[in-house]
């Protein structure tokens, strides 16, 4: 894909992730590795307006921060570069403020292994990164310490962010996260919800899935 395909992908899931009910207004951002450079949604663009010219390029290779593009770069480059930096695996990060994953993150809870998809995120729970004030070192930091042999997680009084090994798969993990975040919810209103044991999610994480983002949420 040549870097002005991936820009218009990019502002398509935007508006994919608004239109699902994922998120709103502005907030939620979304990256992509291309060649030695990660590409970024600028702040603060409502994503209805939002130009392949707008979205930034961030040099990997460079030094740390350097920016190119009309626009600056979504508050949250840190964590966006940092993981890109730290974990090859991931091609595509989508940070979103969902409805329930916010919810279960003000009151700090991980999300166990409540259904099997929970091994879809690499493991038994998704854990929720401690808080910090946004866009810091410091959030970027936590984030990563959460996502260790994971490809997502929650940020405290904040909102979630799904990895893929593309934007698509990105994408497919955030609606997943958000909708065991719904059910965890649920369970947990109805009272006494049961968690799968290590080695049921191990089975499953093993068997792997095949699933793909179909642009809807439950
Ligand atoms: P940006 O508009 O700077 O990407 O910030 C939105 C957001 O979600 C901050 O967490």
Redesign the pocket.
Known sequence: MSDSSIRQVIIEHCLLMNKNGL?QG????ISVRFENSML??????PYDQMSAEDIVEMPMDGEYGTWFGPK??????RFHLDIMLSRKDVEAIV???PMYCTSLAISRREIPACHYMIAAFGGINVRCADYAT??TEELSTNALAALEDRSACL?SN??SIATGHSLPNAMWRAVELETIAHQYFNSLMIGNPVVLSDDLIEETRIKGFSHNYTGQIC
């Open positions: 998120n502005v907030s939620g951002n970024i949604t600028p702040t603060s663009v600056a770069p979504s508050s949250e480059w940070h979103v403020h946004y866009g940020l904040h909102g």
